[in-house]
């Protein structure tokens, strides 16, 4: 079953603007991590965020995490066409063994 | 290169057929992990394993679906008297547990049950 649920469902910007996806989960974490699928291709791991931490910055990436509210935020800043894919949240949970992915975010940039 | 690789990349099979898919993991991560993508839905866990250990197996993994990973190595999943539901796109993962929690992903093997 999916964890949580990310929000929005889609996303359509221009290139150059900064686009922001939000997921929340539901239960206990030990880390919570973003990833990218673009179209026929296999997921890639973007960024890691540690329970114990509530931002984390990697090149155009930021993201945020607030355990109170079960809830993150990645933000792509000064996105380009080549972002264009379908983003995925997925938590570690405490002692557990396996990410349970969200819904995803489709992000589509336009020139 | 030396990602994860999956073979084939897409199978097309009868109902009621067998059908078995391989996934070579990086070759120095211990666990390996089968996850189970369907359109418009992040994947959903299946299995994994710790070395050829398989610890843990999803209420998603019925009795037709099986896995293995002899010698620590690649593994198989092999769906037996396949049904129309079990259409989905198959991914692997492997990861260093517990140097890191990040899953690097195979390309995924896309089965169509017809």
């Known amino acids: 079953s999916q964890q949580g649920e990310e929000d929005p469902q889609a996303l359509s910007i221009q290139e150059g603007e900064n686009a922001t996806m939000n997921c929340s989960y539901k239960t206990s974490i030990n880390n919570l991590q973003w990833y990218r699928q673009n179209s026929g291709r296999g997921l890639v791991h973007l960024i890691l965020?540690?329970?114990?931490?509530r931002e984390k910055h990697s090149g155009r990436l930021r993201v945020t995490l607030d355990t109170s509210k079960k809830s993150s935020s990645l933000l792509i800043t000064a996105s380009r066409a080549a972002d264009t894919a379908s983003y995925f949240c997925?938590?570690?949970?405490?002692?557990?063994?396996?990410?349970?992915f969200g819904t995803g975010t489709q992000l589509k940039v336009e020139l | 290169d030396t990602g994860v690789s999956q073979n084939p990349r897409h199978k097309i099979t009868k109902r009621g057929q067998n059908v078995t898919f391989r996934c070579d993991p990086i070759s120095e991560h211990n666990r390996l992990y089968w996850y189970r993508q369907t359109l418009g839905q992040g994947p959903e866990f299946l299995t994994y394993f710790q070395n050829e250990a398989q610890l843990e197996k999803s209420r998603l993994l019925s009795d037709r679906f099986s896995a293995e990973r002899p010698k620590g190595s690649f593994s198989t999943l092999e769906i037996q008297r396949t049904e129309q539901g079990d259409s989905a796109m198959y991914l692997c993962?492997?990861?260093?547990?517990?140097?890191?929690?990040?899953?690097?992903f195979g390309p995924g093997t896309r089965l169509t049950v017809t």
């Open positions: 997925a938590t570690f949970a405490g002692g557990g063994n396996k990410l349970t």
């Open positions: 965020i540690r329970s114990n931490e």
């Open positions: 993962a492997s990861s260093l547990i517990p140097e890191s929690y990040e899953q690097y």
